[in-house]
């Protein structure tokens, strides 16, 4: 008689989700008075790309049956993937969802992303752009615009973008290759490598390394039990570098003065133009400029010259 019940549950609750189908859902929505446009999705894979179309459009491909909902307040385009839910949830189906945003070239205004369980990817587009996501990483493209960018369990990359970037992940590592505007990243137990950056650099993370070449200014630059290395052409006034347990090798052109450079159980070695920091305060562990108020802190320093 159990053997029965069992079979009778399989069959009702679990087999109805074993055909390997693929569900395919397209909407297209007309943008001309829309100021910003936002997704919500779990579980699901998204690019968003460019498109040739002057209404914006959203293909979905899924193994399981979607719902797509729109809402529309104050000139804000609303839109919600959403998958069935199950009785017996662990009778339900794993979920692959792919969703490709395609948005007009001239829509420039603001786009924002939510989603959780899947990577995000945007390249090639010219507007705002918000990103929330966990366990998923976060690739961003050739982006002209703004971009506040969250995610935990995943990495962030930034590849030729111009605008300000802002964001936050935890367990993973963000790089950052070109950017035309100011940064500020914090993470946690992730390295965070940034080339060639024309602007503000604000850079937290912890357990991890900060590794930052071809920067315009320095702001600040804080880790924990990890190395910082930069190459850059200043450090700006009330700028600062900090870590713990980790070593301090900086290449700087200017140093703009009231600077703190620190580390804990570390070494510092500061390469700089000539007569662009003067030790005129000197300890084993601890070195001042006092006309420019830069300080050193480490268990050892070393001053570079270089003409």
């Known amino acids: 008689m159990k053997k029965i019940i069992l079979i009778l549950m399989l069959t009702v609750f679990g087999f109805s989700y074993s055909n390997d189908k693929t569900y395919k859902l397209t909407r297209a929505y007309n943008i ?5 446009f936002s997704l919500n999705s779990k579980n699901a894979n998204i690019k968003v790309l460019p498109g040739d179309s002057k209404e914006l459009t959203l293909s979905v491909t899924s ?3 979607l719902e797509i909902e729109k809402q529309i307040h104050s000139q804000e385009l609303e839109v919600a993937v959403l998958a069935p839910r199950h009785i017996f949830s662990f009778f339900s189906k794993s979920e692959d969802i792919s969703i490709v945003v395609k948005v007009p070239k001239n829509f420039n205004k603001k786009l924002s992303i939510k ?12 507007l705002d752009f918000k990103v929330i996501t966990s366990n998923g990483n976060i690739d961003i493209i050739d982006i002209t615009g703004n971009s506040n960018l969250r995610s935990s369990n995943g990495d962030i990359t930034i590849i030729n973008n111009t605008g300000n970037v802002e964001g936050k992940t935890s367990n993973g590592s963000i790089n950052i290759d070109n950017n ?33 070449t071809n920067a315009s200014f320095i702001a600040n630059l804080e880790t924990s039990n990890g190395n910082i ?4 052409d200043t450090l700006s006034k009330d700028g600062n570098i900090k870590t713990s347990n980790g070593d301090i090798e900086l290449s700087i052109d200017k140093l ?18 000539k007569g662009e920091f003067n030790s005129n305060s000197y300890s084993k562990e601890k070195v001042q400029d006092i006309s420019k108020n830069i300080i050193l802190e480490g268990r050892k320093i070393n001053i570079i010259n270089k003409n």
């Open 115 to 126: 989603s959780s369980n899947g990577s995000i990817n945007a390249s090639d587009l010219a």
């Open 180 to 212: 035309k505007g100011d940064i500020r990243f914090k993470t946690s137990n992730g390295n965070i490598t940034a080339f060639k950056i024309d602007g503000s650099v604000n850079l937290k993370t912890s357990n991890s390394s900060i590794l930052l």
């Open 32 to 36: 001309e008075d829309i100021n910003s």
């Open 256 to 273: 703009e003065g009231n600077n703190k450079i620190s580390t804990s159980n570390g070494l510092i070695t500061l390469t700089t133009k």
């Open 229 to 232: 290395t930069v190459n850059s």
């Open 63 to 65: 193994n399981v049956k």
